[in-house]
């Protein structure tokens, strides 16, 4: 079983950047992939980018080129940086391990942690 903290997240101002952690309180290299969700207010959580493994990386579309996902194996830890910053991607953002079909298993319930806030305002 796997306990992930997030942290890093903050008040930025537009075009601003952030780093996210992800510390894992297990191996997440037992799983598929590692991604990276978030969940603005009223909204679902929906998965922005991920890592697997193997070290593929993918992003949602709305992110990419500005997202950059990367990890520390010795640390368990995987890292969102976050440039270009836009009041749209105000939202708690979150990581949870992922099955081959970049979803997260009934196991991954239990697994989600507290999230990291990120809001972006002038």
């Known amino acids: 079983q796997v306990q992930f903290v997030e942290s890093g997240g903050g008040l930025v101002q537009p075009g601003g950047s952030l780093k996210l952690s992800c510390e894992a309180s297990?191996?997440?290299?037992?799983?598929?992939?590692t991604g990276w969700f978030r969940q603005a207010p009223g909204k679902q959580r929906e998965l922005v980018a991920s890592?697997?493994?193997?070290?593929?990386?993918k992003y949602d579309d709305a992110v990419k080129g500005r997202f950059t996902v990367s990890r520390d194996s010795a640390k368990n830890t995987v890292y969102l940086q976050i440039d270009s910053l836009q009041p749209e991607d105000t939202a708690r953002y979150y990581c949870?391990?992922?099955?081959?079909?970049?979803?997260?298993?009934?196991?991954?319930?239990?697994?989600w942690g507290k999230g990291t806030l990120v809001t972006v305002s002038s």
């Open positions: 949870n391990v992922l099955n081959s079909d970049y979803e997260v298993d009934d196991y991954g319930l239990d697994f």
């Open positions: 297990g191996s997440i290299f037992f799983y598929f992939a």
């Open positions: 890592i697997t493994a193997a070290g593929d990386i």
